[in-house]
């Protein structure tokens, strides 16, 4: 179980590295957005579950899961607002 | 109910506060009365209880020190209290004049006023490193927003400024009382100086840092540079309560430290001298500035610059009568100053201009307010027979008395700088109009009684001091801890 | 000390110094937030969840909404559109070795302090059954030390009521113009979240006496439902605060110094409350200052003095 979750949480970390080079290496706020709360998302999922195989733990494994879709939902609107943002400024200009 | 004094000290202001806060628009004159009988009531009694009984103390919670806090009043915090108290009860009513509630504006003076009130009974009250830290914060916050009821874009940035300075002092002062509980391991004032004796290089560190700390908020020259602005564009009531009591609850924190936990670090010889080094530029320098500044108010601000800096030239002399001088100086300053600022503000009021130059003839129409003004001005000059006179001359036997011959000169000259920037201005405002001219025409606003007898009566209490040195130095006492 | 810490600790300085010359004021305050939430991680490391929990609710959360409502005030400047630091060349010298002999004089004592046995702080843990409350830092808070904590509260309501004055002058012609007012997403963020921090906030709250948390940290939280369902334009400002938005706002001081006030005839001492009552009465104590400070906190990000309900 612990070499398992270990596993899972390496490849959540992996998945958080991608992100972090798209947010570094994109060229606009588009796809630089789309690289962060995708792989993002993912890693934080993968992180959790990693933590709940470790832990073993159905309580804890349950508030990891809560944590994770409260973090997504913020991250999905603050994708939204930002996108939209951008785009009001981009159309404002042209 | 003795013990129960110091806590309704600053429990009543508070409440009083809170209380003026709810009651809500419209205007409510008797409120704000109550709000001041509720503050002024406690004090009172105090100051008697402790001129009868001697020092009262109080632990909060009940729990003991090392680990609750306690309050004491002793015969310096009695007198504190006093001076709040009476320049509190006069500004109040110049105030009730002013503030009528009827404004959201003038509402808040009269919720931020009783909290200031309250928080600088605490800070006299207290025995406690970080608590006194904490009142300290509470005086400065509450004396900010007090600026801003100017409502002017200059007075926003002046009390940014004064926001600003005052937390880096606070931060100072704050990292040198983390230093003492590091080293200690307790923050009540007593338990801590007693563990603090024989010094070492943190303990020096440590004062360093909290004295400096103090020497910004009490605005002694070299950091003096936001007073003048916040002083000189706050209302009249305002500007009388931070020169009075606000900038003076800083050096008593100070004279606190020096005859408690940090006597022994603010004593050496170099330190001494420097922070008087430091009040002979703040005498010099406020006054010069004084002269030759275009507006009355300003003249009064920088006026307050260098009055506080006498109160430095205490610590190489350390002696009874340098002990007894400062106070007293401290004590004429603050309702000699009230007065200067309610009548300064009075004669702005009335001819909406405070310009020096413009002043000329305003002397005979604005009488009561220019008298009043003069008046103050004996005690700020030392002049006999008046507070300032006495808290001068204690102060000026003790720096003969140490063969600081120079000090005395310099407590000479700021007496006669003093004297210039007060004759200036009155002898603008009664200097003859010139004969084409109609002469001065006729106030813009006419003050009622309620704006014009306190200023009147705080300028007389300052020459009324000279003559009652004897029972209240008899409440001041001995220096607190066998200091000097 | 391990090189996760001495990670974190470069960080926090280097975070720090790039939040002080970053030219952009957008970038400043992001960093700032950021700065904030390495602190809270530094004292979790530090094994003070409580401060961990206020710096990250207050100092990382409040703050930042705080600022970036200003930075938003202002007109959203970007990059040379502020003034930059009209400091002359001289003085800045000055004041960075001024700040380079201060540190190291700080770290130098530091360096020197004895750990002491006999302090305040082991007295506290010792004294630690006797009172009501079974958390130490709550005990000092709200019982050792609870007329500090009782000034610091009256300090929210001098903040509130000194934006009020300040704003009046400068931003009242300010628009209200927000980007996020119209948006299909907002409803669902605020149906999803506000719940849920009004129960973490209370949650916080109510753990307080038993485990890290408490009155600032819970009303932090609930503030931070405030400060959602305003941006989300459920919640506007009003010209002027009604009676009951002014109690609440001053409950907390009103129920601790009323407590402290009415029982210290017959406890003889401020503050000291009866065996019996003082689990009951520091409770009250706690969820009532948690309101007030949570409606301060949301107050002083909404800069009006009035709240009002929007019907959507």
Redesign the interface.
């Known amino acids: 179980m612990t070499l398992l979750g270990s596993l899972v949480i390496v490849a959540g970390l992996f998945f958080y590295l991608a992100g972090t080079v798209g947010m570094l290496r994109f060229p606009d706020v588009y796809s630089r957005l789309h690289a962060v709360t995708k792989a993002d998302n993912i890693g934080l999922g993968l992180l959790c579950l990693g933590c709940a195989l470790i832990l073993r733990s159905w309580t804890l494994a349950a508030l990891l899961a809560v944590i994770w879709l409260l973090a997504v939902t913020a991250a999905t609107v603050g994708c939204h607002l930002i996108a939209r943002n951008r785009l009001r400024q981009d159309q404002g200009v042209e | 109910m003795t013990?129960?004094l110091p806590?309704l000290a600053v429990?009543l202001p508070?409440?009083a506060?809170?209380i003026l806060?709810?009651s809500?628009?419209g205007p409510g004159g008797l409120w704000a009365l109550g709000g001041i009988v509720l503050s002024a009531a406690p004090s009172l009694l105090l100051v008697r209880q402790v001129a009868v009984m001697g020092t009262i103390e109080?632990?909060?919670?009940?729990?003991s020190v090392?680990?609750?806090?306690r309050l004491m009043a002793d015969g310096l915090s009695a007198l504190m209290i006093l001076l709040t108290a009476v320049v509190g009860v006069l500004v109040s009513i110049h105030a009730l004049g002013l503030f009528d509630r009827r404004d959201?504006?003038s509402r808040?003076f009269w919720?931020?006023w009783p909290?200031l009130w309250?928080?600088l009974n605490?800070l006299f009250l207290s025995a406690d490193l970080?608590?006194a830290y904490?009142?300290l914060?509470?005086v400065t916050?509450?004396a900010?927003?007090l600026v801003?009821?100017a409502?002017?874009?200059r007075?926003?940035s002046a009390?940014l400024r004064y926001l600003i300075l005052a937390l880096f002092g606070s931060m100072l002062y704050l990292?040198g009382v983390a230093?003492i509980?590091?080293?200690?391991?307790?923050?009540d004032m007593q338990l801590a100086g007693e563990r603090l004796a024989g010094g070492?290089?943190?303990v020096n560190?440590?004062a360093a840092l909290m004295v400096t700390g103090l020497l910004v908020k009490a605005a002694i020259v070299p950091f003096h540079l936001w007073l003048p602005d916040a002083h000189g564009s706050a209302p009249a009531p305002v500007s009388a309560l931070l020169s009075a009591l606000v900038v003076k609850a800083a050096v008593y924190l100070l004279l606190r430290l020096w005859s408690g936990p940090l006597l022994e670090p603010l004593s050496q010889p170099s330190v001494a001298w420097l922070l008087a080094g430091l009040g002979v530029a703040a005498i010099l320098y406020g006054s010069v500035q004084a002269l030759r500044q275009p507006r009355l108010k300003l003249v009064v601000a920088y006026s307050t610059v260098a009055q506080l800096g006498y109160m430095l030239l205490l610590f190489p002399m350390a002696g009874l009568l340098a002990w007894q001088g400062v106070i007293y100086h401290g004590v004429a300053h603050g309702v000699a100053k009230a007065a200067l600022f309610l009548a300064a503000g009075n004669i702005l009021y009335q001819i909406g201009h405070d310009r020096i130059v413009d002043l000329r003839g305003s002397g005979t129409v604005l009488a009561v307010s220019f008298g009043t003004f003069a008046i103050a001005g004996i005690s700020i000059m030392g002049l006999p027979p008046s507070g300032g006179f006495l808290g001068k001359w204690l102060l000026l036997q003790a720096t003969l008395g140490a063969g600081a011959w120079w000090l005395a000169l310099v407590i000479l000259a700021g007496g006669l700088l003093a004297a210039g920037y007060v004759f200036r201005v009155l002898r603008a405002a009664f200097q003859l109009p010139d004969s084409d001219a109609e002469g001065m025409e006729p106030p813009v606003r006419h003050i009622g009684p309620l704006m014009r007898w306190p200023a009147l009566v705080l300028a007389l209490l300052g020459i009324a001091l000279g003559f009652a040195g004897e029972p209240l130095l008899a409440l001041l006492g001995d220096m607190p801890g066998g200091a000097g | 000390m391990n090189l996760f810490d001495a990670l974190t600790a470069l960080l926090l300085v280097l975070l720090a110094w790039r939040c002080l010359i970053v030219p952009d004021l957008f970038r400043s305050i992001v960093l700032f937030v950021v700065f904030g939430l390495l602190l809270a991680l530094t004292w979790a490391r530090l094994d003070a969840p409580d401060l961990a929990l206020a710096e990250a609710a207050i100092g990382a959360g409040v703050l930042g909404v705080l600022l970036l409502g200003t930075w938003r005030a202002l007109g959203s400047p970007r990059r040379g559109e502020t003034p930059s630091s009209s400091l002359p060349a001289g003085l800045r010298v000055l004041s960075a070795a001024g700040s380079a002999v201060l540190a190291g004089a700080l770290a130098y004592g530091l360096h020197l302090l004895p750990g002491t046995g006999d302090g305040a702080g082991t007295l506290a843990l010792e004294t630690l059954p006797l009172p009501a409350t079974g958390q130490p830092v709550t005990a000092v808070l709200l019982d050792f030390r609870s007329y500090d904590t009782l000034l610091e509260t009256a300090v929210l309501l001098m903040a509130v009521v000194g934006t009020w004055l300040a704003r009046s002058p400068l931003l009242d012609a300010l628009s209200s113009e927000d980007a996020t007012a119209h948006t299909p997403v907002m409803p669902v963020l605020m149906r999803l979240f506000a719940p849920v921090l009004l129960v973490t906030g209370a949650y916080l709250v109510w753990a307080g006496a038993y485990t890290p948390g408490g009155a600032f940290q819970g009303g932090a939280v609930l503030a931070a439902a405030g400060v959602l369902l305003a941006l989300g334009r459920r919640l506007g400002t009003a010209p002027d605060a009604g009676w009951l938005l002014r109690l609440l706002l001053v409950l907390g001081v009103l129920v601790f110094i009323g407590a402290g006030l009415l029982l210290m005839p017959a406890q003889n001492a401020f503050m000291a409350y009866p065996e019996r009552w003082a689990g009951l009465i520091m409770h009250l104590v706690e969820y009532t200052l948690a309101v007030s400070i949570a409606l301060s906190l949301l107050l002083l990000f909404t800069g009006r003095p009035g709240l009002r309900g929007i019907s959507g």
């Open positions: 013990e129960m806590v429990f508070l409440l506060g809170v806060f709810l809500g628009p109080h632990l909060m919670g009940g729990w090392p680990l609750g806090i959201a504006a808040q919720v931020l909290l309250g928080a605490a970080f608590n904490v009142t914060e509470l916050l509450a900010i927003p801003l009821l409502g002017s874009a007075a926003v009390a990292a230093l509980y590091g080293l200690t391991g307790v923050l070492g290089w943190v560190l440590a």
